[in-house]
């Protein structure tokens, strides 16, 4: 069975500083996709980044950026000059490749304080 | 562009009774999954449909079902409400090519509660 771990359930930083998420994940399949999602109060899941587990190289998106290893499993999250609308919850997905279904982690509520 | 809309934002509901929640998927999209994320919680899948079938299902008991129209939109049925049923309620809607879900927009959800 596919597992993924969010080891912090809560973090909390101060506005403009940077703040990594850890999240690791279980599987025997070889390609598979990894992804940050991003729930704020509003509720809806909001994608902030997507790895595929073929890419060595780590995905990137403005102040977002991943650390992959895939030897480890390991998928964490890098939020640099971290804003206030950044306090939601974040929840690491993982989706193989060809299969239906997302599993997500238990969820680390981020903290952005002015 | 019209994302994922879910429809009711919030519903109450007494044990034992039957509930429908709607999902619209977004425009371009032909494929809807569901899934359950209890209070803090990751969400879990229930089930996904394409093509009006239920084409994969988690681990969730024959009370939840669920329906896809032609116009790609579902709904997501459970009967015989348990007090453990209460949860939001995401659908997910992708597009499917060649076999693979690209791009899961997630709707809000409906936040279900059963007393």
């Known amino acids: 069975a596919q597992t993924v771990t969010q080891s912090q359930p809560e973090m909390s930083v101060q506005e403009a500083e940077t703040v990594t998420l850890s999240c690791t994940y279980d599987?025997?399949?070889?390609?598979?996709?990894l992804f940050w999602y991003k729930q704020p109060p509003s509720r809806q899941m909001i994608l902030v980044i997507r790895?595929?587990?073929?890419?060595?190289q780590n995905a990137t998106e403005n102040r977002f950026s991943v650390n992959f290893q895939k030897a480890a499993k390991s998928f964490s999250l890098k939020i640099s000059d971290s804003q206030l609308g950044d306090t939601a919850m974040y929840f690491c997905?993982?989706?193989?490749?060809?299969?239906?279904?997302?599993?997500f982690g238990q969820g680390t509520r981020l903290t952005i304080n002015p | 562009d019209a994302g994922v809309t879910q429809s009711p934002t919030h519903l109450i509901k007494t044990r034992g009774q039957q509930v429908t929640l709607r999902c619209s998927p977004k425009s371009g999209h032909d494929t809807v999954s569901w899934y359950q994320q209890a209070l803090g919680q990751g969400p879990q899948f229930i089930f996904q449909y394409y093509e009006e079938e239920e084409r994969q299902r988690g681990n969730f008991p024959d009370r939840f079902s669920g329906h896809q129209f032609p116009n790609y939109s579902s709904e997501l049925n459970v009967n015989a409400l348990l007090l453990g049923d209460s949860a939001l309620y995401l659908c997910?809607?992708?597009?499917?090519?060649?076999?693979?879900?690209?791009?899961?927009?997630f709707g809000s959800g409906t936040r279900l509660t059963v007393v």
């Open positions: 997905a993982f989706l193989i490749q060809g299969a239906q279904k997302l599993v």
């Open positions: 997910a809607s992708s597009l499917r090519t060649g076999g693979v879900n690209y791009g899961y927009t």
């Open positions: 599987t025997s399949e070889s390609n598979y996709y």
């Open positions: 790895q595929e587990a073929y890419k060595q």
